[in-house]
């Protein structure tokens, strides 16, 4: 028994010496981490950004809603009060870190299971967002206390909270409680009200979530937080906190670099894994392919009132511009008003046309631009497409179907197709659709998630390409200043569909152009092609799209409002103002390049036009084809017409003569089809014609026909008629009838 007692105390013991020296080591660790760092004068002041982002040529990119610094007085007390009332609300009275508040946030952790609060004061954060790095580790969490009490032993309230909120990220690319003020509000620091410092605040936390422009119900969400905070805080009297809540949010427009500079650190947000924040604040270089000239000539467009517009409500409706160079895939021009950005899902009406319906039957082998279809309301099991205006225009060729953008054919040759190759084909340029294919209305854009205006260009370039499918984006490569390399985007190319249906596809949004939906552009001295969608209710348009290139560049317009509110909607169409502004920026770029190029594998051929109304067929024109019914498409070597117009093969093959004049005049008359005929006398001393006979003609028919009129001089004539109109006249001579 004393054996056994001997043994557990031993036990024992070593499990305290054990539990023991882990403690003294985890003591050690933590003061020699924590005495491991010394608060950095220099850094604590220093500007937060550290990234730095270049343009095409190699300069820096600025912008005015930067690492504008502001001292403490100039701030405002509403600002001071809203975020120690969310942040910190014993910032006063702790001397850098708040254990009440740090050992409350790890016993609902413990709850939780997971870490799901933090207990970071404003000092501990201004020690993280100036001293430190940005990784999750306890490391970096103990040398944040140690630098947070230096702080405070050295700089006052007041200091830290001016050197915190000038330090602080807002989203957007801004750093800094002056440049946020500006972008958000149009104000300086000390003439926001409450509410508009309860947004600030409320962003700092999540700010692709909370900023008010991209989610102004969440930020308004977030804003009430805040303010009763401020009220339970006695910041604000039960007077001022109602006020507070009735503010709403109006978007302020922002005229500089800021749209371009903000979808740049969202694009290297993406490929780098990592926050804006955290973008800004590391000491990086992102190469962009900004031009200049061009986005100043983009902004200045922006600035006119010509080319923007309003929803129904009387607001600014969004609006956003893609310019993006063909051969490397860079966008080199970007600007946007409103909430809606480049990566945002919206639907693409019909500027989704090219890549789900035409492209991928011209691949298929399905259809040429000459090919005949009926412009009618048709039903698709259940399914009834409407034309824009509820306009039918009965027989068409697949060239005009695009040209005016036609729904009926275009849900009649989706229907037809191997649909789940189309949706491939769209994949392959850069088009991503979560849809089944056998829903009929992805052919007029009604997607279930839509389609973002950075892939909507992506596809576009890739038919300018001529069906090379190339990465779009911002930025051309990422480096540490060692010169390492982060992130490159890929030059990797592949073919999306033939060079000779990209061609084909040009060609007819080139004629989309010159006579259809896009005709706005129609009088730039070089060569477009474009695709306008309009998509709305009988609520009114939320979206107006218009998707162009030339040979050298790539250009995306979206107008829109709201979906299904009458309030929210806008009045113009994709043909309207979208395309409007692309024929203003381009008429002020230009294009070195005229013309596009046309590829071996594709030929132009004249097609006859009457042998395919009469037999819906394509037939190439023979040497008697009149040139009325002469039109001229382009084809590619696996479709183009193998037979030649079994019409007008002879001329018409028509005669008149007289072959008679016993008993009256015995006329004798031949033709072919197509045509039909109409027989006249004609009084050759005066007096009116009078038509004997008309009719068709059968193939290579001779008709006699015997007229028997008051003696006379006569002459006979036979019109030929095509439909009706007259396209020639054969004469007899004059004879004397009747004697």
Not at 733 to 738: E, N, Q, R
Request: hydrophobic letters at 35%; charged letters at 25%.
């Amino acid at each position: 028994m004393k054996i056994r007692k001997l043994r557990a105390r031993t036990a024992i013991a070593a499990t305290l010496l054990a539990v023991g020296m882990i403690l003294l080591a985890l003591v050690i660790a933590f003061f020699s981490i924590y005495f491991s760092v010394n608060l950095d004068q220099e850094k604590i002041k220093a500007e937060k950004a550290k990234v730095k982002i270049l343009d095409n040529d190699q300069n820096e990119i600025t912008s005015d809603y930067v690492n504008r610094y502001v001292p403490y007085e100039e701030i405002g007390t509403n600002i001071v009060n809203a975020f120690v009332a969310l942040e910190d609300k014993r910032f006063f009275e702790h001397e850098g870190v708040d254990y009440y508040r740090t050992v409350g946030a790890f016993v609902q952790n413990l709850k939780n299971g997971y870490a799901k609060q933090g207990g970071s004061t404003i000092t501990q954060q201004l020690a993280k967002n100036t001293q430190l790095s940005n990784e999750k580790t306890i490391i970096r969490k103990i040398k944040e206390l140690k630098l947070a009490k230096d702080i405070e032993m050295n700089y006052k309230k007041e200091d830290i909270l001016e050197l915190y909120l000038n330090a602080i990220y807002y989203g957007s690319g801004i750093y800094g409680i002056e440049s946020a003020c500006k972008k958000y509000f149009d104000k300086r620091p000390i003439a926001l009200l409450p509410a508009e410092a309860a947004i600030l605040a409320g962003i700092v936390k999540n700010p692709k979530k909370y900023n008010p422009i991209d989610n102004p119900e969440n930020a308004e969400s977030r804003m009430k937080i805040v303010l009763r905070l401020m009220k339970e805080q006695n910041y604000l009297d039960e007077s001022q906190y109602n006020e507070a809540l009735s503010y709403r949010y109006s978007p302020i427009e922002c005229r500089d670099n800021g749209s371009y500079t903000a979808a740049v650190l969202s694009e290297a947000s993406s490929v780098l894994g990592i926050s804006e924040a955290e973008i800004m604040s590391s000491p990086i270089v992102i190469h962009t392919y900004l031009e200049p000239i061009e986005q100043n000539k983009l902004i200045s467009l922006f600035l006119s009132e010509e080319y923007s517009t309003q929803t129904q409500d009387g607001n600014l409706a969004d609006e956003y511009c893609i310019v993006a160079d063909n051969r490397s895939g860079g966008i080199t021009a970007y600007y946007s008003v409103g909430k809606t950005d480049i990566d945002d899902k919206r639907q693409p009406g019909s500027t989704i046309k090219p890549f789900v319906v035409y492209l991928p039957a011209l691949e298929q082998g399905y259809l040429t631009e000459a090919t005949p279809f009926i412009d009618e309301k048709k039903n698709f099991n259940g399914y009834s497409p409407k034309n824009y205006g509820d306009v039918y225009s009965g027989p068409v060729d697949v060239e005009t179907a695009v040209m005016q953008s036609i729904n009926t054919v275009a849900v009649d040759i989706y229907d037809k197709i191997d649909r789940n190759k189309a949706l491939i084909l769209a994949k392959n340029s850069g088009l991503t659709i979560d849809d089944p294919s056998d829903n009929l209305s992805i052919a007029l854009g009604g997607l279930t998630t839509g389609i973002s205006g950075k892939e909507l260009t992506s596809g576009y370039m890739t038919i300018a390409n001529g069906g090379t499918y190339k990465q779009v984006g911002f930025i051309k490569r990422i480096e540490r200043l060692d010169g390492s390399i982060l992130y490159e985007k890929s030059e990797d190319k592949f073919r999306a569909f033939s060079e000779e249906s990209a061609f084909l596809m040009t060609d007819m949004l080139q004629k989309t152009v010159k006579m259809g939906t896009a005709k706005k552009l129609n009088r730039l001295p070089f060569s477009v092609a474009a695709k306008t969608g309009t998509v709305g209710t009988s609520s009114g348009n939320s979206d107006a799209w218009c998707a162009s290139f030339t040979p050298e560049k790539t250009i995306c317009v979206r107008i829109g409002g709201e979906n299904n509110s009458e309030m929210k909607s806008i009045e113009t169409t994709g043909g309207g103002l979208p395309t409007m502004l692309i024929s203003a920026f381009l008429s002020k770029i230009g294009s070195r390049k005229k013309y596009f190029d046309i590829p071996e594998g594709i030929y132009e051929a004249e097609i006859d036009t009457l042998a395919r109304k009469k037999d819906n067929m394509l037939y190439l024109c023979n040497e008697f084809t009149p040139d009325k019914y002469r039109q001229k498409y382009y084809f590619s070597e696996k479709n183009y017409p193998i037979n030649s117009s079994p019409y007008f093969l002879d001329g018409s093959g028509a005669e008149i003569s007289i072959i008679g004049l016993i008993d009256g005049a015995t006329i004798q008359f031949r033709g072919n089809i197509p045509y039909g005929y109409r027989l006249f006398r004609e009084n050759v001393l005066g007096g009116k014609d009078v038509m004997l006979s008309q009719g068709e003609f059968s193939e290579d028919e001779t008709i006699l026909w015997t007229d028997t009129p008051l003696a006379g001089l006569y002459r006979y004539r036979l019109e030929l008629t095509i439909e009706g109109e007259t396209v020639d006249r054969k004469y007899t001579g004059s004879y004397l009838v009747g004697f």
